[in-house]
């Protein structure tokens, strides 16, 4: 059974930092992709940033370059997504997910598996 569980949300300032955890449990090998996602009151599910398995690959929305770093602890399971400077634009609820192809989350906005959202409100 495939589970992903995030955390780390919560309300913050606009200029805080925030990093969200996401741990994940029965995955095979061919899920070499994982990824963050997005989605705000009203507005359509949008991609935040993708890793590789080897945690060695990372790849970011325009939006979100040089203030989200997305990593992975394979010891520990887990993927993470720090985000500086935030700001009330950020405000959304975060997805974790994992599917076989890189192409399907970073391209398609699009997996196999997900978590169940981890709430990040800003307020300015």
């Known amino acids: 059974q495939v589970q992903l569980v995030e955390s780390g949300g919560g309300s913050v300032q606009a200029g805080a930092s925030l990093t969200l955890s996401c741990t994940f449990s029965?995955?095979?090998?061919?899920?070499?992709?994982m990824g963050w996602f997005r989605q705000a009151p009203g507005k359509e599910r949008e991609f935040v940033a993708a890793?590789?398995?080897?945690?060695?690959?990372?790849y970011y929305a325009d939006a979100m370059k040089g203030r989200f770093t997305i990593s992975k602890d394979s010891a520990k399971n887990a993927i993470y997504l720090q985000m500086s400077s935030l700001n009330p634009e950020d405000t959304a609820v975060y997805y974790c997910?994992?599917?076989?192809?890189?192409?399907?989350?970073?391209?398609?906005?699009?997996?196999?598996?997900w978590g169940q959202g981890t709430q990040v409100t800003v307020s300015s």
């Open positions: 029965g995955l095979t090998d061919d899920y070499i992709a």
């Open positions: 890793i590789g398995w080897t945690g060695n690959n990372a």
């Open positions: 997910a994992a599917d076989p192809k890189m192409y399907n989350i970073q391209k398609l906005n699009t997996a196999d598996y």
